[in-house]
C-alpha cells in the first residue's frame, strides 16, 4: 500500500513549522484535534509526529508534521475549515455553537446587532465547548468570529450608504 501520509520531495529538506506546501509558518496544535476532525480512513497517519496548522487560504495543506513528514488536506477532515474558506459565508466559524457568517450577518440585518460573542462567552461556560476537538485551529475561535463580525458590520453599513 503507498504512503499516502507522506509529503513529496521537492529536494531539499522542509524547515521545521513551516507548510511543506506553501511555506509560511504553522501554528501548533493538540494531537487531539486531528484525532477529532482526521477521517477514520485517515485516523492511521496521525502517528506520534507533532502537528501544525496552516492558515494560509490559498493553500490545500491543513495540518502538518512538524519535521514535514506528513500532512492532512481539508480532503482527509470531515468539516471545511473556515481559514481556507473566509470567503465563504456558510462555512462555520464557531464550530462548537454553529455559528457561520451566514448566521451572523442574518442576526445583524434581523436585529441591527449581534449578541454572538456574548452568546460564545456564555455558552463557553458550559459543557459544550470543545475547542481543541471541533475547531480545525485547535483553539478558541473568539478572535475569528470577532473578524467575522467586524466584516459583516462594514459590509452592512456599505450596502446602506450605496442604498438600494
Same mark, same amino acid.
Given at each position: 500500500?503507498?504512503?499516502?501520509?507522506?509529503?513529496?520531495?521537492?529536494?531539499?529538506?522542509?524547515?521545521p513549522k513551516?507548510?511543506?506546501?506553501c511555506?509560511?509558518?504553522?501554528?501548533?496544535?493538540q494531537?487531539?484535534?486531528?484525532?477529532?476532525?482526521v477521517?477514520?480512513?485517515?485516523?492511521?497517519?496521525?502517528g506520534?509526529h507533532d502537528?501544525?496548522?496552516?492558515?494560509?487560504? !490559498?493553500?490545500?495543506v491543513v495540518?502538518?508534521?512538524?519535521d514535514?513528514?506528513?500532512?492532512?488536506?481539508?480532503? !482527509?477532515?470531515?468539516?471545511?475549515?473556515?481559514?481556507?474558506h473566509?470567503? !465563504?459565508p456558510?462555512?462555520?466559524?464557531?464550530?462548537?455553537?454553529?455559528h457561520?457568517? !451566514?448566521?451572523?450577518?442574518?442576526?445583524?440585518?434581523?436585529?441591527?446587532d449581534?449578541?454572538?460573542?456574548?452568546?460564545?462567552?456564555?455558552?463557553m461556560?458550559?459543557?459544550?465547548?470543545n475547542?481543541?476537538?471541533?475547531n480545525?485551529?485547535?483553539?478558541?475561535?473568539?478572535?475569528n468570529?470577532?473578524?467575522v463580525?467586524?466584516?459583516?458590520?462594514?459590509?452592512?453599513?456599505?450596502e446602506l450608504?450605496?442604498?438600494p
Open positions: 500500500m503507498e504512503d499516502c501520509c507522506k509529503t513529496e520531495s521537492r529536494g531539499e529538506a522542509p524547515s513551516k507548510c511543506p506546501s511555506g509560511e509558518m504553522g501554528r501548533k496544535v494531537r487531539i484535534t486531528l484525532e477529532s476532525l477521517t477514520p480512513e485517515r485516523q492511521w497517519c496521525i506520534e502537528w501544525l496548522f496552516c492558515v494560509t487560504s !490559498d493553500c490545500v495540518y502538518f508534521a512538524a514535514g513528514s506528513s500532512r492532512f488536506n481539508e480532503d !482527509d477532515l470531515k468539516v471545511k475549515v473556515h481559514q481556507k473566509p470567503q !465563504d456558510s462555512v462555520l466559524v464557531c464550530y462548537c455553537f454553529q457561520s457568517p !451566514d448566521s451572523i450577518t442574518w442576526e445583524l440585518k434581523t436585529t441591527g449581534s449578541t454572538v460573542l456574548e452568546s460564545i462567552k456564555r455558552d461556560q458550559g459543557e459544550g465547548c475547542c481543541e476537538q471541533t480545525p485551529q485547535g483553539g478558541c475561535c473568539l478572535g468570529v470577532q473578524k463580525l467586524k466584516s459583516a458590520k462594514f459590509s452592512l453599513d456599505q450608504v450605496k442604498g
